[in-house]
Structures are given as C-alpha cells and as structure tokens.
C-alpha cells in the first residue's frame, strides 16, 4: 500500500465538530484510496491518498455506457472506543459480484479488505461514538478506458470515500411509500441483483413521483406481472405478521431482480435470534393490502446499510391508500433494530462474528 498522507488534515477539533453535525454524505475523511486495473497489468497497488478531485478525458468509458458499479458498508465504534466493520466479507463478495455483471474486474477479496481497513487505520477519528451513527464506506468503481466503442472497458479505476453518517430516516417516524405501477427497477436478467448506479438512476423518475404524491419513498413490484412487492427505493422489505412472541417476520424472496441486501440477510438471523419465525416468500400488492385491512400484517419495515431499520406507515397507490397498524414504528421493528445496533455498537455478544476489528 502506498500511503501519501493529507498535509491539510482536519485538526481533531474541526473533524470532531464536523462528526457531531450529523447528517449523511455532507462531510468526507481525510483521506481516500485508489487503485488502478488494466487487461495487460491486472490489479496495481493501491495508494492512500488526500481525499480531492479526479481528473478524466471526456471520452472516458464510464460516461457513455455506464460501467460502474458501488458498495456501501459501515464502521462502528465499539465500547472500549476501537471500531469495527460490520460483514465487510459479504460487502467484498458482492462487489465481486456486481462487478462481474458489469464486466468490470473482479477486485480479490483480500485486495478490497485491505483497502478498507488501511483507510480505517488512517482516517478512524471520523467514526461517530453515538449509538446509531457511523463512519459510511462507499467503495466504487468505473470504466477508465479513453475510447467511444461499445465494449468493456480495458481499464478500470477503483476508489475508496468514507463519510460520517446519522440517521438517514428519523427511526422514531414511520416514512410513507408511493406503489409505484408506471415503472420498474428492475426485470429477470437485468442489473437488479447488482448494485450499480444505472439502477439507482432510473429509479430517480419514480421518486419524484413519489414525492409528488406526498410519500417518502418509492415501492417497486415486478416487471412482469406487475403484482410482486420487490423493493423500497434502494432498500429491502419486511412485513410482520402477527404479533408478540408468535409473530412471523416475512420478506419477498430472492428472485434475481431484487439486490441480495446484507442487512436483509442479517435481519433474518437477528429475527430468529429474538424467537420470531421468518419466512421468504413471494408479497403481492393485494396480500399487503389485505394483510393490513384484516390485521394480519400488523407492520411493515425497509432495511438497508444507510437507514439500518426504516418504519413504513402508510402506502398510498391507484388502487387506493392504507395505513399499517396506528402509522407509527412497530414493536417488533424496534426491537429488531435496537438488536441489530447493538451487535453493530459491540454491546451484546456477536454470536454470528459479524464484527470485524480495524487492526
């Protein structure tokens, strides 16, 4: 690892200001890590480097056909004040694998891991001590090759950000969502399994239209029958059914299209943890609607790395508007947030070694 160290570094005084400020995105460490592929030389070494600008021909690759592709992961702060990264393996896994979809190369999981934590080492006063905040990793990569040919790129760059992170949702209120039935996200052999910004852009229409209906956020279904609850935004899905200790906490199956979220997959063990049945199943829109009418689906919640646990209250769609329980966050949402923080913050056990420490 080459290391050139930022001459213009925050003081601890300016950083720790800028951390307590909160928000998400607005700020950005001291530092940044790049590294460059090529066909003929394959992966170079990685460098640290003063977090600044780029600089690309205008006829570079990725501003004409999109090969790019993104990561988002986080470092928490531990009680004895050293910090940790939460799955950082799996993070590694599907940048692999969205990269492979994108035909971009695939980055060597200890390549990735080693990046990560060299900026952990260098930048780690920029991870938030509070509960629910977090230093948010944003690991990305792109095409580089010079040309217009429609091809894959023959050169790629790889880059490292971090930001400090609040809340990205206000946990204590429930978002609305706006069923969206004009577009999709996402069709069986697309991107939808890959997380890349094509995705995120062509779901930028939809919510605005959203907004425009007085919701949060926007709900995707299926392309094809145009029935299956996927996605919330960018986020994963959850709906309870039941309540108490005989509730069952439920969220649409994988089927190609939806992104393999890894707090998804952490919710299912956090849920069963708790003593909550879990099941993956297929969601229709009338399932949901009738769920609520009857009391049967008793709360809903989206998951993702930025908003960790997200309560959703009201849906609003064509085919009409219905609010999950009293529109306010669940009991059973909470509880699984509040566990799932916990593992992350290093305040009860981590029996699964989710838990990564920064050396």
């Given amino acids: 690892m080459k290391i ?65 592709i993104f990561e988002g992961m986080k470092a928490y702060r531990q009680p004895d004040g050293s910090i940790s990264l939460f799955r950082p393996e799996a993070n590694a896994k599907r940048f692999a694998k969205s990269a492979a979809r994108l035909a ?43 040309g217009l040919g429609v091809r894959p790129s023959n050169k790629a760059l790889y880059m490292l950000i971090a930001t400090p992170a609040g809340a990205y949702f206000d946990p204590s209120k429930a978002v609305s969502v706006w069923i969206s039935t004009e577009y999709v996200r996402a069709a069986q052999g697309g991107t ?28 995707w279904i299926d392309a094809i029958e145009r029935k299956w ?12 059914k039941g309540s108490g200790s005989s509730a069952t906490v439920v969220t649409p199956k994988l089927t190609g299209t939806l992104l393999p979220g890894i707090t998804r997959d952490s919710i299912l063990s956090v849920a069963k943890d708790l003593g909550y049945k879990t099941d993956e199943v297929m969601i229709s829109i009338d399932d949901w609607r009738e769920g609520v009418a009857s009391g049967e689906i008793s709360e809903i919640f989206a998951c993702g790395t930025a908003a960790v646990v997200s309560p959703v209250g009201q849906a609003k769609s ?3 508007t219905w609010v999950t329980g009293d529109g306010q966050p669940g009991v059973i949402t909470m509880q699984i947030r509040n566990a799932l923080l916990a593992i992350q913050h290093g305040t009860v056990v981590d029996t699964h070694n989710w838990m990564s420490a920064v050396k």
């Fill in 229 to 240: 609850v996927e996605e919330m935004g960018g986020m994963n899905l959850y709906f309870v």
């Fill in 104 to 146: 971009l190369p695939e980055m060597p999981e200890a390549l990735f891991l080693e990046t990560v934590d060299a900026l952990l080492q260098q930048d780690g006063g920029w991870v938030p001590n509070k509960v629910g905040e977090s230093l948010y990793i944003r690991p990305f990569m792109f095409a580089t090759e010079v």
């Fill in 192 to 219: 939808g399994e890959a997380k890349c910004g094509g995705n995120y852009a062509a779901s930028l229409v939809a919510q605005k239209a959203a907004a425009k209906e007085g919701c949060d956020q926007v709900v």
């Fill in 318 to 320: 064509v085919m009409g």
């Fill in 4 to 68: 050139s160290l930022n001459p213009h570094a925050k003081d601890a005084a300016t950083r720790d200001a800028l951390v307590a400020e909160g928000g998400f995105g607005k700020y950005y460490t001291d530092h940044m890590v790049v590294c460059e592929w090529s066909e003929k030389e394959g992966w170079g070494e990685p460098e640290l480097k003063p977090y600044g600008p780029i600089s690309l021909d205008p006829a570079t690759a990725v501003f004409h056909y999109g090969q790019e």
